[in-house]
């Protein structure tokens, strides 16, 4: 593709993503799988302009306002090439698959634009931390004067992180099987499984991820399976299983040895994990789709397992390095939503576990509504069930420096380099005899 060919793709992909509700990253995928003459290279530069438009959208948008400008795509792709230093050359939209000539009024505006900071002092707190106003009395409460530089963090793109599948090499034979194929990667700080590469690569060319040795996971996610302290020869439930990330990782820990039940309410997601357990040469996972909190299976098997973990729905606000455009959907009612789902989720997986046995709850949330005030609520309505403080298990089922002081795990882009992450451990107290 011509320059001018990829600014034009740039927009008409910004376009189509304000377009609709669904995911950035689907949008861009069936977009470029419905143009297949664009190339992996061309591909990445297109994609490395719409995200950086998304993760500025709000500063942007600031300066398109101040200077009485329309928020659109093609406005907002012009601002971005004026900020970081680029020109209107001719080039830029001459030939078949360009964007139309800017007029007066788009020249004026990259003019005025070029030369300056994307910040100005003017701008409020949201606008400068790229989120919702809605969450600005939440995020300050959260984390105080520390706030703008935590949201900073999560404006930044995310690292590739991948986890060593334990089922087919240590972390020393993978980062080898990768170093042949002249890929560079390096031990996660935290997880001891996890490996973060030093620059993105294309993981279904890479033979490593094809043989199943690793698999995509960021290291927060990692920590949160590790947590669950899944043991060969137990019966545990990934309650909410979704594409099977994490089924992964306690399948791995199990040693392919137990009863390993992925659930959730989606056949579709649940189907999906088929081919992921296959490369990663699981075969102790039954498949189940429930339907819900009140389905059947839940009662028939209460009091069956000896870990339950439950990686609830929720707003996703830790995983805004990766979906920055998920943050302009996201709003009050659907927090509120959320935090009631999730109630009636943990209340019923909870059934599911034995005395004795451990009840993990997590999201990727930063929320304390989805995160905190949840399990606390839930220990006081289910006084059978006690924490168990993270750093009392850290040593133990890690081997790192335990990432937190309290009691649950919460993880952040500022503090710990991962995703936005929390985690409760929650023990059902044995039967007295």
């Known amino acids: 593709?011509?320059?001018?060919?990829?600014?034009?793709?740039?927009?008409?992909?910004?376009?189509?993503?304000?377009?609709?509700?669904?995911?950035?990253?689907?949008?861009?995928?069936?977009?470029f799988k419905g143009r297949r003459y664009i190339g992996s290279k061309d591909r990445r530069a297109v994609a490395e302009t719409?995200?950086?438009?998304?993760?500025?959208?709000?500063?942007?948008?600031?300066?398109?306002?101040?200077?009485?400008?329309?928020?659109d795509a093609?406005?907002?792709?012009?601002?971005?090439?004026?900020?970081?230093?680029?020109?209107?050359?001719?080039?830029?939209?001459?030939?078949?698959?360009?964007a139309p000539k800017p007029g007066k009024e788009e020249r004026r505006l990259f003019d005025q634009l070029k030369g300056k900071d994307i910040f100005n002092r003017d701008m409020p707190t949201w606008v400068k931390g790229e989120f919702p106003e809605w969450l600005t009395p939440r995020l300050d409460a959260l984390w105080g004067e520390t706030m703008l530089r935590e949201v900073a963090a999560m404006r930044d793109e995310a690292p590739l992180d991948l986890r060593v599948n334990t089922l087919k090499a240590t972390r020393e034979e993978a980062l080898i099987a990768l170093k042949k194929e002249g890929i560079a990667a390096e031990?996660?700080?935290?997880?001891?499984?996890?490996?973060?590469?030093?620059?993105?690569?294309?993981?279904?060319?890479?033979?490593?991820?094809?043989?199943?040795?690793?698999?995509?996971?960021?290291?927060?996610?990692q920590l949160v399976a590790l947590v669950a302290d899944a043991r060969p020869g137990m019966a545990v439930v990934d309650y909410c299983a979704g594409a099977g990330g994490k089924t992964l990782a306690l399948a791995a820990a199990m040693q392919n040895k137990g009863r390993l039940v992925a659930c959730d309410v989606a056949e579709w997601r649940v189907d999906k994990a088929q081919e992921r357990l296959r490369r990663n040469g699981v075969h102790n996972v039954t498949r189940r789709v429930i339907s819900g909190e009140s389905d059947k299976w839940i009662k028939r098997s209460a009091g069956s397992y000896d870990r339950v973990l439950v990686d609830a729905p929720c707003t996703g606000t830790g995983t805004w390095r990766r979906n920055p455009d998920a943050k302009w959907q996201l709003t009050e009612t659907d927090l509120l939503e959320l935090v009631e789902r999730q109630r009636a989720i943990l209340d019923s997986a909870a059934r599911l576990t034995k005395p004795g046995g451990l009840l993990v709850y997590a999201t990727c949330s930063i929320l304390p509504e989805e995160n905190e005030k949840r399990v606390e609520a839930f220990l006081a309505d289910h006084p059978d069930y006690v924490a168990r403080p993270i750093p009392e298990l850290w040593a133990e089922l890690a081997g790192t420096p335990c990432p937190v002081a309290g009691p649950w795990l919460r993880l952040s882009p500022l503090s710990h380099g991962t995703d936005g992450f929390f985690a409760a451990v929650m023990q059902k107290k044995a039967e007295e005899s």
């Open 1 to 31: 593709m011509t320059p001018a060919a990829r600014l034009a793709a740039a927009i008409e992909l910004l376009d189509e993503i304000e377009a609709t509700h669904r995911p950035a990253d689907q949008v861009a995928s069936f977009y």
């Open 50 to 71: 719409v995200w950086r438009v998304l993760r500025r959208k709000a500063r942007i948008d600031w300066w398109l306002e101040f200077l009485g400008h329309p928020h």
């Open 187 to 221: 031990p996660c700080p935290l997880s001891p499984l996890g490996l973060r590469l030093k620059s993105r690569v294309a993981l279904v060319q890479v033979q490593a991820w094809r043989n199943g040795l690793i698999e995509v996971q960021d290291e927060g996610s």
């Open 74 to 98: 093609r406005a907002r792709v012009f601002a971005d090439l004026a900020f970081e230093g680029g020109e209107l050359k001719p080039e830029l939209f001459d030939g078949a698959h360009s």
